[in-house]
């Protein structure tokens, strides 16, 4: 039970050290920072929960948010407005996990090699129809989605509870969910028991494109543009921020409160070394070395079971 | 004595495996081990293999106190063990895999030599092998073969069995006994684990009974019955392993005609009706379970018809099977027939997630009191629904299982050797589910290896051999019977070729 709570002790003793060993760190303006820059990853990884799940995985996420973003983007440069241009990313982003879950089920082709792929195709894409130059042209009240407030605290805070408490009701009281945990747990069962497991698979793609291209816009409005550059290693990072909670990549675990603290683990860590003045560069190691700790744990919490 | 073991004990986590282990074996003697699942057979003898160590206690070989570190180890002194589930390397040939890890010094393997000694080793043994066969070819009988020769390769004088001939065929289990008795012979001394009762007489010498983690009972073959051991293995007294109560067939349920699929399933025909347990019976590899996923949907068939419940199917895949109102209840429960990692209760309900939903939303309230309603129905030993299933014994996972099947109200039910792996009691608690499916109207055809299984509990017996229904015969016929119609051509009664001629 202890090991359970584990990266949760972890992300409270973290927060707690930083905030007795930097004045900077406690403060509203910092956490606001935190909170802003973890949002668009920690998005992303709660498609990549349900993903992990399956006992899938996507490379192509970072790739869909570029696309995505540069496109809502492209968008508004061309007068579309607001509202219409976040329509248009996650319309662009459902419809890349849709091809995605449509060549994993079809094609029966594993799930690390077609997103792998689309990572190249889409990346491509976006590269070539933006000629490598960034949408510009964006309105300035679009800032608000990622600098806004309401109720004193961080718009995009709001929008990750309410993707959270979706994402958290959708895999422990829907049958998508449960369908999910079953076909990541015993692909084959789930056949037999009549789960129409392509079905389920190829939504479960689409839900995460969708919130990816949510986060797309998200990140879109933090840069004021749309980088056909942007989002350049996002897929291992969610999915660093699902292992560290406790998803396994051999599917059937994971769970959306372990995600989230991943994610902050990250983001704290990242906060941390700024304001502590450590190297850059080290921050990665840092970062790599808390999955490996936090996988190691597990495992071995796992094996002291008997089988 | 060739092995001692002394007072063995072993804890995971908070869960004792071993109390008290205790067991003695001498060169030259085929020592069965018995006991229900959980009873810590296995856990006992990988202790023995060095993959575990104990807690406590004392291991003794050849006189000598022990300790083995790792399987290397015990590997070393002599001890070697054929795994229930082969721990074979599929993608490599049989020779590979006899003398893997020992191709001698230097990074290079001489593949013809390895190739000759793996052949010699063979046609010693008199196995049907080739040494250039692929392990992932191979049935399990002839994995076990691979390892039994890698055993004798490494000089081995300890072998553990550890249920050997839970997945193998009538003849196979035979072939096993042989090789069995031959190593005996040469003064090996053999461990087998069995759950078998019917089997044991003609194999064992001695017999060591382990209950509840510690041995309640050791003494020769000779001196202990069968009741007497079921008494020492439950702890309490089995009256008999199963009576059925037919009741009058009612209107066919299942009604299959000329079936067809390439390569193996030629013109089958079969009814199953109402109330009706059928038994089905034939040689591994006589058709019996490709028959069933035939049936099922997971295979397509290429000719003839299928008929659920009056209405003919397509069975094209399973989810169109249920729906139709078919359950199948496979033979390998691990691989498709249970979420091991997933709660008991999700299981229950995966093959009918709709009586618990609405507008794809999950009642979990409704959810577990189901469960709970079938743990009370099947007597499934568990501590609550949100248990993980993997956690249960073999026969509470069967009995979850067909949960899943009954929560589906199927009505034709397929039970693929619904027994295997599973211990005394259990089976004869799976038996009384499917007499009272029976009774309440459900139509079942039973496969199974076990002879007297099939005597005890089928209405009739259907016997396959090589992809074809060879003759049917009423329930409670001769093992002769059977075995007759399993095994020879049906009319002129000769033998068929020299690979099925094991059978004495």
Same mark, same amino acid.
């Given at each position: 039970?202890?090991?359970?709570?584990?990266?949760?002790?972890?992300?409270?003793?973290?927060?707690?050290?930083?905030?007795?060993?930097?004045?900077?760190?406690?403060?509203?303006?910092?956490?606001?920072?935190?909170?802003?820059?973890?949002? =668009?990853?920690?998005?992303?990884?709660?498609?990549?929960?349900?993903?992990?799940?399956?006992?899938?995985?996507?490379?192509?996420?970072?790739?869909?948010?570029?696309?995505?973003?540069?496109?809502?983007?492209?968008?508004?440069?061309?007068?579309?407005?607001?509202?219409?241009?976040?329509?248009?990313?996650?319309?662009?982003?459902?419809?890349?996990?849709?091809?995605?879950?449509?060549?994993?089920?079809?094609?029966?082709?594993?799930?690390?090699?077609?997103?792998?792929?689309?990572?190249?195709?889409?990346?491509?894409?976006?590269?070539?129809?933006?000629?490598?130059?960034?949408?510009?042209?964006?309105?300035?009240?679009?800032?608000?989605?990622?600098?806004?407030?309401?109720?004193?605290?961080?718009?995009?805070?709001?929008?990750? =509870?309410?993707?959270?408490?979706?994402?958290?009701?959708?895999?422990?009281?829907?049958?998508?969910?449960?369908?999910?945990?079953?076909?990541?747990?015993?692909?084959?069962?789930?056949?037999?028991?009549?789960?129409?497991?392509?079905?389920?698979?190829?939504? =479960?793609?689409?839900?995460?494109?969708?919130?990816?291209?949510?986060?797309?816009?998200?990140?879109?409005?933090?840069?004021?543009?749309? *980088?056909?550059?942007?989002?350049?290693?996002?897929?291992?990072?969610?999915?660093?921020?699902?292992?560290?909670?406790?998803?396994?990549?051999?599917?059937?675990?994971?769970?959306?409160?372990?995600?989230?603290?991943?994610?902050?683990?990250?983001?704290?860590?990242?906060?941390?070394?700024?304001?502590?003045?450590?190297?850059?560069?080290? *921050?990665?190691?840092?970062?790599?070395?808390?999955?490996?700790?936090?996988?190691?744990?597990?495992?071995?919490?796992?094996?002291?079971?008997?089988? | 004595?060739?092995?001692?073991?002394?007072?063995?004990?072993?804890?995971?986590?908070?869960?004792?495996?071993?109390?008290?282990?205790?067991?003695?074996?001498?060169?030259? %003697?085929?020592?069965?081990?018995?006991?229900?699942?959980?009873?810590?057979?296995?856990?006992?003898?990988?202790?023995?293999? +060095?993959?575990?160590?104990?807690?406590?206690?004392?291991?003794?070989?050849?006189?000598?106190? !022990? $300790?083995?570190?790792? @399987?290397?180890?015990?590997?070393?002194? +002599?001890?070697?063990?054929?795994?229930?589930?082969?721990?074979?390397?599929?993608?490599? /040939?049989?020779?590979?895999?006899?003398?893997?890890?020992?191709?001698?010094?230097?990074?290079?393997?001489?593949?013809? $030599?390895?190739?000759?000694?793996?052949?010699?080793?063979?046609?010693?043994?008199?196995?049907?092998?080739?040494?250039?066969?692929?392990?992932? #070819?191979?049935?399990?009988?002839? #994995?076990?073969?691979?390892?039994?020769?890698?055993?004798?390769?490494?000089?081995?004088?300890?072998?553990?069995?550890?249920? @050997?001939?839970?997945?193998?065929?009538?003849?196979?289990?035979?072939?096993?006994?042989?090789?069995?008795?031959?190593?005996?012979?040469?003064?090996?001394? !053999?461990?087998?684990?069995?759950?078998?009762?019917? %089997?044991?007489?003609?194999?064992?010498?001695?017999?060591?009974?382990?209950?509840?983690?510690?041995?309640?009972?050791?003494?020769?073959?000779?001196?202990?019955?069968?009741?007497?051991?079921?008494?020492?293995?439950?702890?309490?007294?089995?009256?008999?392993?199963?009576?059925?109560?037919?009741?009058?067939?009612?209107?066919?349920?299942?009604?299959?005609? &000329?079936?067809?699929?390439?390569?193996?399933?030629?013109?089958? &025909?079969?009814?199953?009706?109402?109330?009706?347990?059928?038994?089905?019976?034939?040689?591994?590899?006589?058709?019996?379970?490709?028959?069933?996923?035939?049936?099922?949907?997971?295979?397509?068939?290429?000719?003839?018809?299928?008929?659920?419940?009056?209405?003919?199917?397509?069975?094209?895949?399973?989810?169109?099977?249920?729906?139709?109102?078919?359950?199948?209840?496979?033979?390998?429960? $691990?691989?498709?027939?249970?979420?091991?990692?997933?709660?008991?209760?999700?299981?229950?309900?995966?093959?009918?997630?709709?009586?618990?939903?609405?507008?794809?939303?999950?009642?979990?309230?409704?959810?577990?009191?189901? /469960?709970?309603?079938?743990?009370?129905?099947?007597?499934?030993?568990? &501590?609550?629904? /949100?248990?993980?299933?993997?956690?249960?014994?073999?026969?509470?996972?069967?009995?979850?299982?067909?949960?899943?099947?009954?929560?589906?109200?199927?009505? !034709?039910?397929?039970?693929?050797? @619904?027994?295997?792996?599973?211990?005394?009691?259990?089976?004869?608690? !799976?038996?009384?589910?499917?007499?009272?499916?029976?009774?309440?109207?459900?139509?079942?055809?039973?496969?199974?290896?076990?002879?007297?299984?099939?005597?005890?509990?089928?209405?009739?017996?259907?016997?396959?051999?090589?992809?074809?229904?060879?003759?049917?015969?009423?329930?409670?016929?001769?093992?002769?019977?059977?075995?007759?119609?399993?095994?020879?051509?049906?009319?002129?009664?000769?033998?068929?070729?020299?690979?099925?001629? /094991?059978? $004495?």
């Amino acid at each position: 039970m202890l090991q359970r709570l584990l990266p949760f002790l972890t992300l409270i003793t973290l927060f707690v050290s930083l905030s007795i060993a930097t004045p900077n760190f406690l403060t509203h303006l910092n956490l606001s920072t935190v909170v802003r820059q973890t949002a =668009v990853i920690n998005i992303i990884a709660l498609g990549m929960t349900l993903i992990i799940v399956t006992s899938g995985i996507d490379l192509s996420v970072g790739a869909i948010l570029a696309l995505s973003g540069f496109l809502g983007a492209k968008a508004m440069e061309a007068g579309y407005s607001i509202p219409m241009a976040i329509l248009i990313g996650l319309t662009v982003g459902t419809t890349c996990g849709l091809i995605n879950g449509f060549l994993i089920t079809r094609l029966k082709i594993n799930p690390f090699i077609v997103t792998l792929g689309m990572l190249g195709v889409i990346r491509g894409m976006t590269l070539t129809i933006s000629n490598g130059l960034p949408a510009s042209g964006v309105p300035e009240g679009f800032s608000f989605l990622a600098t806004g407030t309401l109720l004193g605290l961080p718009l995009v805070l709001w929008i990750l =509870v309410v993707c959270a408490v979706a994402m958290h009701f959708v895999l422990e009281y829907t049958k998508l969910g449960r369908y999910a945990f079953a076909i990541g747990s015993n692909p084959d069962a789930a056949y037999y028991a009549g789960v129409p497991v392509s079905f389920h698979l190829t939504f =479960v793609y689409a839900i995460a494109g969708l919130l990816t291209g949510l986060a797309a816009m998200i990140e879109a409005s933090r840069l004021m543009t749309g *980088q056909p550059t942007a989002g350049q290693g996002y897929e291992l990072q969610a999915i660093a921020a699902v292992v560290i909670g406790g998803g396994s990549l051999r599917g059937g675990e994971g769970t959306v409160l372990g995600t989230l603290i991943g994610a902050f683990i990250m983001g704290l860590l990242s906060n941390g070394s700024d304001l502590l003045g450590i190297n850059p560069y080290l *921050q990665q190691t840092l970062i790599g070395l808390a999955i490996i700790v936090a996988v190691t744990l597990d495992e071995l919490r796992k094996r002291r079971l008997p089988k | 004595m060739l092995l001692e073991l002394k007072d063995i004990r072993k804890t995971f986590g908070g869960v004792t495996a071993l109390r008290s282990g205790n067991l003695s074996v001498k060169p030259g %003697e085929v020592h069965l081990l018995m006991g229900e699942n959980g009873a810590g057979k296995s856990t006992l003898m990988k202790i023995v293999a +060095g993959m575990y160590q104990p807690d406590g206690g004392e291991i003794r070989w050849n006189g000598q106190p !022990v $300790q083995f570190a790792n @399987p290397a180890q015990a590997a070393s002194a +002599g001890i070697a063990m054929v795994h229930q589930e082969s721990l074979l390397f599929p993608h490599l /040939t049989v020779a590979e895999n006899i003398y893997l890890g020992r191709t001698g010094s230097g990074p290079f393997v001489s593949r013809r $030599q390895m190739l000759d000694n793996a052949r010699k080793l063979i046609e010693d043994q008199r196995f049907p092998l080739q040494a250039d066969w692929l392990v992932s #070819k191979l049935s399990p009988a002839g #994995k076990q073969m691979v390892e039994i020769c890698r055993a004798v390769s490494l000089g081995s004088s300890l072998l553990i069995f550890d249920e @050997p001939t839970s997945s193998l065929s009538e003849s196979e289990t035979r072939e096993v006994f042989r090789i069995v008795k031959n190593l005996r012979d040469r003064g090996m001394g !053999v461990i087998y684990i069995t759950h078998r009762l019917e %089997e044991l007489r003609t194999v064992g010498d001695h017999v060591t009974v382990l209950r509840d983690g510690a041995t309640v009972h050791s003494s020769p073959l000779a001196e202990l019955d069968t009741q007497g051991l079921i008494r020492h293995m439950v702890g309490r007294e089995v009256a008999a392993l199963y009576s059925r109560t037919p009741v009058p067939p009612g209107e066919p349920l299942l009604v299959i005609e &000329n079936l067809c699929r390439k390569p193996l399933l030629q013109n089958i &025909n079969l009814t199953v009706r109402a109330g009706e347990i059928v038994g089905m019976a034939g040689l591994v590899g006589a058709g019996r379970t490709e028959l069933c996923r035939a049936i099922f949907g997971v295979d397509q068939r290429d000719s003839g018809s299928i008929a659920v419940c009056g209405q003919p199917v397509k069975a094209s895949e399973p989810r169109e099977a249920v729906q139709s109102g078919v359950a199948l209840i496979t033979e390998d429960r $691990q691989k498709t027939g249970l979420a091991t990692q997933l709660s008991i209760a999700c299981n229950v309900t995966m093959a009918n997630l709709d009586s618990i939903s609405s507008y794809g939303t999950l009642d979990l309230k409704r959810e577990k009191t189901m /469960t709970s309603g079938y743990q009370e129905k099947l007597r499934i030993k568990m &501590n609550a629904p /949100t248990q993980l299933a993997g956690r249960l014994s073999g026969g509470n996972q069967q009995k979850v299982v067909i949960s899943k099947w009954l929560a589906t109200g199927a009505k !034709v039910f397929l039970f693929d050797e @619904p027994t295997r792996g599973i211990d005394v009691g259990a089976k004869v608690e !799976v038996f009384q589910v499917m007499d009272e499916l029976a009774r309440n109207g459900a139509a079942i055809l039973m496969v199974s290896s076990e002879l007297p299984e099939i005597q005890q509990v089928a209405d009739r017996i259907v016997v396959m051999r090589q992809g074809r229904i060879s003759g049917e015969l009423p329930g409670g016929a001769s093992q002769e019977d059977i075995m007759r119609l399993a095994v020879f051509e049906t009319e002129s009664g000769r033998m068929p070729g020299e690979d099925e001629g /094991t059978i $004495q």
